[in-house]
């Protein structure tokens, strides 16, 4: 039994869904049904934090401070990235044959690497650099031609490629960092954030199409679009999750309509696809992933509709105990405390100190 450092990771590739925790690597179906198997590798290294999938292999990212290239069947590593100087949070390919892979470090810098399945990776050169902030969310719109970066100082940045120092807009609007990322068409973007609103917005005009603010004090803490249905899912701390029908015809009325709550425990990541929601949860005791058939979404028409789905659980086996922040985790719940004026371990010592200082000045009079 172990302690698992970093979080859960949650992505969609293809028609199978990746998940990282700590020491272990899953991959499963993204469709519904008993005696699933879940593929799982016990890693060797620190915590996975993104993956992108190319022709036959996954590009994995995190702590590690290097890019691992990965058998897409079997997830075991074939080729490994010179180190980079920092932690990377965030991989995406920007071609499908990934010629052209960006990769984030935790600092803000975004590099720019390719890849060969003989000769292995390239030599990375800079790409572009956020504000010396950490990038919470990498996606690209227009054809690639837009880079669109999201970080914890509340910028959503869309940069032109390749010509790469021409910042085409900030997208301004969201009071707290920008948790969560989600592509909705190839000029459509959701975002997600510690201010607890969810916006829709156009790329590459930064015009803001919809705004729902949820609560103040509660950190979106994904997104995750499902194509086949046009709806959105929000998992909102201290909520649960919430889904949204996408009209991607009607910019004017680009949300539809909005569910309540569809599934009341509170995911730390969710993907979907295909009428399928997966979703990852820290838990009470131990980490766990459930599958729910969102079919019953697809037939919400009212303003505010009330569903909520059934859960089918994935086992992920029991050797996982508990799950512990990740660094970029904590590094959010840190900006987020700060917004909220709510004092940090930091906060109460430095302050008890000064108060202590203050009153032997007071003695010494």
């Given at each position: 039994?172990?302690?698992?450092?970093?979080?859960?990771?949650?992505?969609?590739?293809?028609?199978?869904?990746?998940?990282?925790?700590?020491?272990?690597?899953?991959?499963?179906?993204?469709?519904?049904?008993?005696?699933?198997?879940?593929?799982?590798?016990?890693?060797?290294?620190?915590?996975?934090?993104?993956?992108?999938?190319?022709?036959?292999?996954?590009?994995?990212?995190?702590?590690?401070?290097?890019?691992?290239?990965?058998?897409?069947?079997?997830?075991?590593?074939?080729?490994?990235?010179?180190?980079?100087?920092?932690?990377?949070?965030?991989?995406?390919?920007?071609?499908?044959?990934?010629?052209?892979?960006?990769?984030?470090?935790?600092?803000?810098?975004?590099?720019?690497?390719?890849?060969?399945?003989?000769?292995?990776?390239?030599?990375?050169?800079?790409?572009?650099?956020?504000?010396?902030?950490?990038?919470?969310g990498l996606t690209t719109c227009l054809s690639n031609k837009i880079v669109?970066?999201?970080?914890?100082?509340?910028?959503?940045?869309?940069?032109?490629?390749?010509?790469?120092?021409?910042?085409?807009?900030?997208?301004?609007?969201?009071?707290?960092?920008?948790?969560?990322?989600?592509?909705?068409?190839?000029?459509?973007?959701?975002?997600?954030?510690?201010?607890?609103?969810?916006?829709?917005?156009?790329?590459?005009?930064?015009?803001?199409?919809?705004?729902?603010?949820?609560s103040a004090t509660c950190t979106i803490n994904s997104l995750a679009f499902?194509?086949?249905?046009?709806?959105?899912?929000?998992?909102?701390?201290?909520?649960?999750?919430?889904?949204?029908?996408?009209?991607?015809?009607?910019?004017?009325?680009?949300?539809?309509?909005?569910?309540?709550?569809?599934?009341?425990?509170?995911?730390?990541?969710?993907?979907?696809?295909?009428?399928?929601?997966?979703?990852?949860?820290?838990?009470?005791?131990?980490?766990?992933?459930?599958?729910?058939?969102?079919?019953?979404?697809?037939?919400?028409?009212?303003?505010?509709?009330?569903?909520?789905?059934?859960?089918?659980?994935?086992?992920?086996?029991?050797?996982?105990?508990?799950?512990?922040?990740?660094?970029?985790?904590?590094?959010?719940?840190?900006?987020?405390?700060?917004?909220?004026?709510?004092?940090?371990?930091?906060?109460?010592?430095?302050?008890?100190?000064?108060?202590?200082?203050?009153?032997?000045?007071?003695?010494?009079?």
């Open positions: 039994m172990e302690e698992s450092e970093g979080g859960w990771m949650l992505e969609h590739v293809g028609d199978h869904f990746i998940a990282s925790t700590g020491k272990w690597l899953f991959r499963g179906t993204m469709n519904i049904g008993e005696n699933e198997s879940l593929e799982k590798v016990q890693l060797t290294g620190k915590p996975i934090r993104s993956v992108a999938a190319g022709p036959g292999v996954l590009f994995t990212v995190g702590d590690e401070k290097v890019i691992e290239a990965r058998n897409a069947k079997t997830l075991e590593v074939t080729h490994t990235s010179p180190p980079y100087a920092k932690k990377l949070g965030k991989v995406h390919l920007l071609t499908s044959d990934a010629s052209q892979i960006l990769v984030a470090d935790k600092t803000g810098d975004i590099f720019m690497t390719g890849f060969d399945e003989k000769t292995g990776f390239t030599t990375p050169t800079f790409f572009i650099g956020h504000t010396a902030s950490m990038i919470t669109v970066t999201t970080d914890k100082d509340e910028h959503i940045r869309f940069t032109r490629n390749p010509a790469k120092d021409i910042v085409e807009a900030y997208a301004f609007g969201h009071v707290g960092f920008v948790s969560a990322l989600q592509k909705l068409s190839d000029n459509i973007i959701a975002t997600g954030g510690g201010d607890g609103m969810v916006k829709v917005w156009e790329v590459p005009t930064a015009k803001c199409l919809f705004t729902d603010s949820l499902d194509s086949s249905t046009n709806t959105l899912f929000a998992a909102v701390e201290g909520i649960g999750s919430i889904a949204y029908k996408i009209n991607l015809s009607d910019l004017d009325n680009v949300v539809s309509s909005k569910s309540g709550v569809v599934a009341t425990r509170v995911a730390s990541q969710l993907i979907s696809s295909g009428g399928v929601l997966v979703g990852a949860y820290i838990g009470t005791s131990h980490p766990f992933i459930e599958k729910f058939s969102t079919a019953p979404i697809s037939s919400a028409s009212t303003s505010q509709v009330q569903v909520f789905l059934s859960a089918v659980p994935v086992d992920i086996g029991s050797e996982i105990t508990a799950v512990k922040p990740s660094y970029w985790q904590s590094e959010l719940d840190k900006k987020r405390t700060l917004r909220a004026g709510i004092d940090t371990p930091s906060d109460i010592q430095r302050k008890k100190a000064e108060k202590r200082s203050a009153a032997e000045a007071e003695t010494d009079k």
